[in-house]
């Protein structure tokens, strides 16, 4: 099937624009303002921590998981069709979890919707890179990445007014009329499109394998170690299902590898690409860094309103400096790294970075937006503005053209991975357990022990990137756009 050449100035592209964008924004906005409504719901709800972090990490798993799948989907069924079916599962999914009258009903559905996270994220870039021509493709990936990222500044604090006026399951219940937009755009202008070149991944006629075994190995290793280091806690570290769930994640953790390596480069993951040194550094380096940047915004949203007396409304507001700084600051980031390299930028902005997390260190139960928030916040997102648009580009460039998809799809997970295990294992270091948010000198010795810990976090990424990080050969591939947000705000693209 040859799709055809939309362009951005008729109504089918914009159409076509249109129904990625608020697509994107479904997902943007429920990855960003669920921290945001944590304390709500686990009021509401009667949540321990261990609820909490399942609220999130339901969510992130399935997406880390699933994603390279969901993006393999579309190329062999049709982009168009799984970008429908994932707007359709996160919609309904969506409603099950404003729904929920407990924690497991919540957590439930929590792994549903980034089952369709994993269908629609992919989704929503691909038909854009599939269907317009060449010649305005640049510009609507620009026009879609500008707008997702307003999309997602929005969004904290328009989720904090929804749950300071109405309630925290509105967050939720709003993605049914953006949905609604979505299908009618979609169905109206998008144009079907798939991948028809059986040779593109090596000999001829080979087709990279539907690989479901190692998304299924790559879940379970994820889930085990998830749960084996949120369930420690209460159970204890000797409990059986703790044990179980640590060896079970250990196990398809290897497994993986071992499947991965003996199918090459039909693999979901061609192992092949380890083999370059850099892109395993910057891997390694993208876990480090989006782990602080979601052990960060986890404990911050609950401590802004359970220490510090904060509105869902106000609290959202906290974190705008730094979205605010990644919209404006990671092109001209991308255009300074292009120039020195990337080393530098990777260098300093963690360092900055973690400057930031010791000043909000000081934050206390009289916090001042101004004085006591907002320099920590914007020294913060300064430092990740250093670091995001470099490092897409330089994961980019340190492997072949032909792997640049597979490349970007495995850094996207590796930043929710990230944020993943921060959120599992840093209430278990900080010792937050039960209901212990709710409880204000329990909750400030957590807070302030995280961030020291997100702040080493930063500080060891910035080694890694002072020591082993170099400019990489060749310049990344030009149709791949740069990832100008990180994934808690929104998800690495």
Not at 35 to 60: K, S
Not at 68 to 82: E, I, N, Q, S, W
Not at 376 to 398: E, K, N, R
């Amino acid at each position: 099937m040859t799709p055809p050449a939309l362009r951005l100035d008729t109504p089918s592209g914009r159409g076509t624009l249109l129904a990625a964008v608020l697509a994107s924004g479904m997902v943007f906005l429920d990855t960003t303002v669920v921290n945001v409504a944590l304390p709500h719901l686990g009021a509401e709800l009667d949540a321990t921590v261990a609820g909490l972090q399942w609220t999130v990490n339901g969510y992130l798993l399935m997406l880390a998981a699933f994603v390279l799948l969901g993006g393999a989907l579309g190329d062999r069924f049709g982009r168009r069709r799984v970008f429908l079916l994932g707007v359709v599962w996160f919609t309904v999914a969506s409603l099950l979890c404003g729904l929920a009258q407990d924690t497991g009903q919540l957590v439930a559905a929590r792994f549903l919707q980034g089952a369709g996270a994993a269908l629609l994220t992919p989704g929503s870039l691909s038909v854009l890179q599939a269907s317009f021509h060449p010649d305005d493709r640049g510009k609507a990936i620009g026009a879609w990445s500008g707008l997702s990222g307003v999309s997602t500044a929005l969004g904290p604090f328009v989720g904090g007014w929804l749950i300071d006026a109405l309630s925290w399951r509105w967050i939720f219940f709003l993605n049914v009329p953006l949905a609604v937009l979505v299908l009618l755009a979609a169905l109206r202008w998008v144009p079907e499109s798939r991948d028809e070149d059986v040779s593109r991944t090596g000999g001829a006629g080979r087709r990279r394998r539907f690989d479901v075994l190692g998304a299924l190995l790559g879940a379970v290793a994820l889930a085990g170690v998830t749960y084996a280091l949120i369930d420690a806690p209460a159970r204890g570290f000797d409990s059986v299902p703790v044990l179980v769930a640590a060896l079970a994640g250990v196990l398809g953790a290897v497994v993986f590898v071992l499947v991965e390596r003996r199918r090459g480069d039909t693999a979901m993951l061609p192992t092949g690409l380890f083999t370059s040194r850099l892109f395993s550094v910057l891997n390694v380096f993208t876990v480090v860094v989006y782990a602080a940047l979601g052990g960060f915004t986890f404990f911050l949203a609950v401590y802004l309103q359970n220490v510090a007396g904060w509105s869902a409304f106000r609290t959202g507001l906290a974190l705008l400096p730094m979205t605010v700084l990644l919209l404006i600051g990671s092109p001209r980031a991308g255009d300074l790294a292009a120039r020195i390299g990337p080393r530098l930028p990777l260098t300093v902005g963690p360092v900055l970075a973690a400057v930031g997390l010791v000043l909000l260190r000081g934050v206390g139960a009289d916090a001042s937006y101004w004085r006591d928030v907002v320099p920590g916040v914007a020294l913060f997102g300064l430092g990740l503005t250093l670091v995001v648009a470099p490092l897409t580009a330089s994961v980019l460039a340190a492997v072949e053209d032909r792997f640049a998809g597979v490349a970007s799809g495995f850094n996207n997970a590796a930043s929710r991975a990230g944020g993943l295990l921060a959120v599992a294992a840093l209430p278990l270091l900080v010792g937050l357990t039960g209901t212990g948010y709710e409880q204000a000198d329990e909750l400030t010795d957590a807070y302030r022990g995280a961030l020291l810990w997100c702040a080493g976090l930063l500080l060891v990424g910035a080694v890694l990137a002072a020591v082993l990080v170099h400019r990489p050969a060749r310049a990344a591939p030009p149709s791949q756009p740069c990832h100008t947000l990180p994934a808690a705000t929104p998800p690495h693209r």
